[in-house]
């Protein structure tokens, strides 16, 4: 999930009006961010298949460390405590920790069953509810839920810069959903993380701007 994980952060800011955004929207990013520089430094496994463009096609063969439900987001409290350090507020550290959560949650709708729940290593579980399998519904469903609770939670005065700006970057991305071009243009995993890396932070310039 890329844009969805933005009805996150707008919701987060409208429960908190008087918090800084930009740790809300690096958080809701914060397993996107660590997985790229994981996966480029060999921590983390993923397998991209050169002749299917599609998200179901990637097999993110090992993630523990950035997309585990209980390891991620152990992990997390320490960007969380350098957040409330930076902004001398326990309150901004604790919605940094909740947004890289939400990720985790909402990774779960669309992910293919592969997010590690505990992520130590063994046996694990391992879920996902796979609406990926579906990549035209995905792609609708995926901005439909973000458009509605923005609609729901944001200032009408941002409705415009949030609601296209989201749209510009969700169709940016619409070949992994709908196989416009025969093969992967990301095809390898080094390519894959850094298209990530560069997707993510245009997507938190874009949240805290707009
Ligand atoms: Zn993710």
């Given at each position: ?15 908190v009006p008087d918090s ?191």
């Amino acid at each position: 999930m890329y844009i969805g994980h933005y009805a996150a952060a707008a919701v987060l800011v409208t429960l908190v009006p008087d918090s800084p955004v930009i740790p809300i929207a690096v958080g809701v990013a914060w397993p996107d961010l660590v997985w790229p520089v994981l996966v480029l430094i060999g921590r983390e496994r993923v397998t991209v298949g050169r002749n299917d463009p599609l998200q179901r096609s990637i097999r993110f063969d090992s993630y523990p460390f950035s997309h585990s439900l209980v390891l991620g987001n152990l992990f997390t409290l320490v960007p969380a405590a350098i957040v409330a350090l930076l902004y001398n507020s326990v309150l901004v550290g604790v919605l940094f920790w909740v947004a890289a959560i939400s990720h985790w949650v909402l990774d779960l709708v669309v992910h293919m069953h592969d997010l590690p729940v505990l992520g130590f290593g063994g046996k694990d579980r391992k879920l996902g509810f796979g609406l990926w399998q579906h990549p035209r519904a995905a792609f609708v469903i995926e901005y439909i839920f973000f458009a509605v609770v923005v609609l729901l939670t944001a200032r009408p005065t941002v409705y415009v810069g949030v609601l296209c700006g989201g749209l510009f970057l969700h169709l940016l991305n619409a070949n992994s959903f709908f196989g416009f071009s025969r093969h992967n243009p990301f095809s390898t995993p080094t390519r894959l993380a850094l298209i990530t890396l560069v997707g993510y932070i245009g997507a938190i310039a874009w949240f805290t701007l707009a």
